[in-house]
T-cell receptor, first 110, second 114 residues
Framework: GQNIDQPTEMTATEGAIVQINCTYQTSGFNGLFWYQQHAGEAPTFLSYNVLDGLEEKGRFSSFLSRSKGYSYLLLKELQMKDSASYLCAVRGNQGGKLIFGQGTELSVKP | DAGITQSPRHKVTETGTPVTLRCHQTENHRYMYWYRQDPGHGLRLIHYSYGVKDTDKGEVSDGYSVSRSKTEDFLLTLESATSSQTSVYFC?????????????FGEGSRLTVL
């Protein structure tokens, strides 16, 4: 079967750093994606990892360990606008389709 | 932004009626997907297409059918809507041949089945 786990909710303070974890068990692996989704809006692409290691993109970084089935999204210098749901998704072997976790609702407090 | 439009954006219907949601893209991407999003379940794949007239089932395909007669259009049909199909439906597109092949999502269609 396929399973992607991430925490349901997290709270952090403006200006701080937060790490959102994602563990996965999937049939086949062709990349791991992170998406951001604000309430009432469509998901938007944040990052992609297919090899082990850290990918940095401005305030956001994403890490992957394929042997451990583990990824995290690191958000630095948190801003109020970072309050959103963060979705972890894995691409398997078939048709480029992505399987999503339930999402982590991040609340950034002043 | 990727050129994806979904219609209708909002619809209220009654149990047992047929419903068709349309996804239209202007990007000429090969792959198109229909997801539904529900609280506690995240995004779940209903059906996807990897070319004209080429479609396959996702993880929650029961009660849904799709058609893709042109590259730009992917239709999702609920033959007889049920209350359990009340959800937000997202269409997505991707082109595996470019960059990371990430999915670009439409704005969503909110369906309420009474």
């Amino acid at each position: 079967g396929q399973n992607i786990d991430q925490p349901t909710e997290m709270t952090a303070t403006e200006g701080a750093i937060v790490q959102i974890n994602c563990t996965y068990q999937t049939s086949g692996f062709n990349g791991l994606f992170w998406y951001q989704q604000h309430a009432g809006e469509a998901p938007t692409f944040l990052s992609y990892n297919v090899l082990d290691g850290l990918e940095e993109k401005g305030r956001f970084s994403s890490f992957l360990s394929r042997s451990k089935g583990y990824s995290y999204l690191l958000l630095k210098e948190l801003q109020m606008k970072d309050s959103a749901s963060y979705l972890c998704a894995v691409r398997g072997n078939q048709g480029g389709k992505l399987i999503f976790g339930q999402g982590t609702e991040l609340s950034v407090k002043p | 932004d990727a050129g994806i439009t979904q219609s209708p954006r909002h619809k209220v219907t009654e149990t047992g009626t047929p419903v068709t949601l349309r996804c239209h893209q202007t990007e000429n991407h090969r792959y198109m997907y229909w997801y539904r999003q529900d609280p506690g379940h995240g995004l779940r794949l209903i059906h996807y297409s990897y070319g004209v007239k080429d479609t396959d089932k996702g993880e929650v395909s029961d009660g849904y059918s799709v058609s893709r007669s042109k590259t730009e259009d992917f239709l999702l049909t609920l033959e007889s809507a049920t209350s359990s199909q009340t959800s937000v439906y997202f269409c997505a597109i991707s082109d595996r041949g470019q960059n990371t092949g990430e999915l670009f999502f439409g704005e969503g269609s909110r369906l309420t089945v009474l």
